[in-house]
T-cell receptor, first 113, second 112 residues
Framework: DAGVTQSPTHLIKTRGQQVTLRCSPK?????VSWYQQALGQGPQFIFQ???????QRGNFPDRFSGHQFPNYSSELNVNALLLGDSALYLC????????????FGPGTRLLVL | DQQVKQNSPSLSVQEGRISILNCDYT??????FLWYKKYPAEGPTFLIS?????DKNEDGRFTVFLNKSAKHLSLHIVPSQPGDSAVYFC???????????FGTGTRLTIIP
């Protein structure tokens, strides 16, 4: 049973650039949530996708956007990168009917120089 | 505003003894609570959860206790094993708003 997968594992970008991160949910799951984890902090909720629509959004600027595809996979896009966007980006999947229990992928570590 | 707090950044416990990790929350709308374990270079792994209609949930060596009046929950691990050494995160969600709000984590070290 494949768990949540994310790509790439690591990424280095410079300020002002744009980045796209990818996530495939656990088999059978239909809901994807994205979180940002800064060093020494707990994960912070960015947004959640279900049925290809953004259902909830945390306190993140519009530079953060996402997409969900018909096969339930998802992308996180960040435009105009800032140094402060350097973090571990985690994707979590769940069933919409029990979205409170989420299963996480290994994350993508983004470094902005 | 930190709605979920884990006030102990680290905890060391001898192998075979009980590990107790604590978590406090401030938002009375939270009604579902989870514990995750995280190893370096991996994503958080779901351990155990509890709904606000219960005050205890047990799964093998792991037990979570919820005290709603004190807005406090704890995770008990017994007996503690070396493989339990990791960072433990407490998380909470509110009905109808399933985003998870996390604490800052507690690093548990099991001493052989």
């Amino acid at each position: 049973d494949a768990g949540v997968t994310q790509s790439p594992t690591h990424l280095i970008k410079t300020r002002g650039q744009q980045v796209t991160l990818r996530c495939s949910p656990k088999s059978g799951h239909d809901t994807v949530s994205w979180y940002q984890q800064a060093l020494g902090q707990g994960p912070q909720f960015i947004f959640q996708y279900y049925e290809e629509e953004e259902r909830q959004r945390g306190n993140f600027p519009d530079r953060f956007s996402g997409h969900q595809f018909p096969n339930y996979s998802s992308e996180l896009n960040v435009n105009a990168l800032l140094l402060g966007d350097s973090a571990l980006y985690l994707c979590a999947s769940s069933l919409w009917t029990s979205a409170e229990t989420q299963y996480f992928g290994p994350g993508t570590r983004l470094l902005v120089l | 505003d930190q709605q979920v707090k884990q006030n102990s950044p680290s905890l060391s416990v001898q192998e075979g003894r009980i590990s107790i990790l604590n978590c406090d929350y401030t938002n009375s709308m939270f009604d579902y609570f989870l514990w995750y374990k995280k190893y370096p270079a991996e994503g958080p792994t779901f351990l155990i959860s509890i709904s606000s209609i219960k005050d205890k949930n047990e799964d093998g060596r792991f037990t979570v206790f919820l005290n709603k009046s004190a807005k406090h929950l704890s995770l008990h691990i017994v007996p503690s094993q070396p493989g339990d050494s990791a960072v433990y995160f407490c998380a909470a969600s509110a009905f109808g708003n399933e985003k998870l709000t996390f604490g800052t984590g507690t690093r548990l070290t099991i001493i052989p």
